[in-house]
């Protein structure tokens, strides 16, 4: 059984930074896409960034030079760093790995950014 499991999210203040982990476990490919996806109150879900095997990273125009996504291939974790947060970057934010057919999301992490 695969399981992505989220840690990391929070509270913090306009300008901040956090970093969010997930990782799984259970029968999923180092050759999944990984990525990381967000959906604010009353809003749709949205693409944050994803990251392939290789580590080729593609972004929303939103989180560009702020965001940052890496994985771990050894340790099956990819992680968000995000900083200079704003209030606009509030939201539920999952993970999800994707591998042919094959979809899994996280349980999901909330990120609050207030003053």
């Known amino acids: 059984q695969v399981q992505l499991v989220q840690s990391g999210g929070g509270l913090v203040q306009p300008g901040g930074s956090l970093r969010l982990s997930c990782v799984a ?3 999923i490919s180092r050759s999944a896409l990984m990525g990381w996806y967000r959906q604010a109150p009353g809003k749709e879900r ?3 960034a994803t990251i392939t095997a290789g580590d080729n990273a593609n972004y929303a125009e939103s989180v560009k030079g ?3 996504i890496s994985r771990d ?3 099956m974790t990819v992680y968000l760093q995000m900083n ?3 209030p606009e970057d509030t939201a539920v934010y999952y993970c999800k790995s994707t591998y042919y057919l094959y979809t899994y ?5 909330q990120v609050t950014v207030s003053s």
Do not use: D, H
Request: glycine share 16%.
């Open 73 to 75: 291939n050894a340790k």
């Open 46 to 48: 949205e693409l944050v």
């Open 105 to 109: 999301w996280g349980q999901g992490t």
């Open 25 to 27: 476990s259970g029968s």
């Open 66 to 68: 702020r965001f940052t």
């Open 84 to 86: 200079s947060l704003k």
